[in-house]
């Protein structure tokens, strides 16, 4: 079972670059959602989507914007790459039910320069 | 607004040792409870969940309680091994509103010895 997909898994990027994470689930999930990880700081919501053509902001939006065209895809994108967003970011998918877990992707290791 | 607090680790534990990390919340309402675990060098992946008063959760020897009179959901298992170092989250999910953020703890960290 694939189950939530992400790619690339590494990538080193400079200041200024801007590139675009993929996220892919085959769950039919309703709900995904973007985390960034960072030492000491555990994970923090960066934007979400409750289905496709709906994405709303997490905690810290800045600097990232997201689409959801299809219910399976919900890539990440960075406008213009800073040191700040040096951090390993992992996509996540679930059913509405709250009740049922969140299904995470092995992650993206994100370097900017 | 609602929130998590794990114990801070790192928690280092000889193997066959007895595990306890602690988390409590807050939360409006009766929040369903989550603890992951996150392998070194993989994403999260959900370890066991309990999702009213009193029930407990349970998988791989680990086993957690949702206590709502303390507002806690305390991770233990009986015999850790040195495959069990990893980093845990305790998480909860409310269920007000239309939204299906969790709330999450900053992680404990363990580390096993042979």
């Known amino acids: 079972n694939a189950g939530v997909t992400q790619t690339p898994k590494f990538q080193v990027l400079k200041t200024g670059q801007s590139m675009t994470l993929q996220c892919a689930q085959d769950?039919?999930?309703?709900?995904m959602s973007w985390y960034r990880q960072d030492p000491g700081m555990g994970l923090r919501l960066i934007h979400y989507?409750?289905?496709?053509?709906?994405?709303d902001q997490g905690e810290v939006p800045n600097g990232y914007n997201v689409s959801r065209s299809t219910t399976e895809d919900f890539p990440l994108r960075l406008l213009s790459a800073a040191p700040s967003q040096t951090s390993v970011y992992f996509c996540?998918?679930?059913?509405?039910?709250?009740?049922?877990?969140?299904?995470f992707g092995d992650g993206t290791r994100l370097s900017i320069l | 607004g609602d929130s998590v607090t794990q114990m801070e680790g790192p928690v280092t534990l000889s193997e066959e040792a007895f595990l306890t990390i602690n988390c409590t919340y807050t939360?409006?309402?009766?929040?369903?409870l989550f603890w992951y675990v996150q392998y070194p060098g993989e994403g999260l992946q959900l370890l066991l969940k309990?999702?009213?008063a009193d029930d407990k959760g349970s998988n791989k020897g680990f086993e957690a309680t949702y206590r709502k009179e303390t507002t806690s959901f305390h991770l233990e298992k009986g015999s850790v091994q040195v495959s069990d170092s990893a980093v845990y989250f305790c998480?909860?999910?409310?269920?007000?509103?239309?939204?299906?953020?969790?709330?999450w703890g900053l992680g404990t960290s363990l580390a096993v010895n042979p």
């Open positions: 996540a998918s679930s059913s509405w039910n709250s009740n049922q877990p969140q299904h």
């Open positions: 769950m039919n999930h309703e709900y």
């Open positions: 989507s409750v289905g496709a053509g709906i994405t």
């Open positions: 939360a409006t309402g009766y929040p369903s």
């Open positions: 309990a999702t009213k």
């Open positions: 998480a909860l999910s409310g269920k007000a509103g239309n939204n299906r953020k969790l709330i």
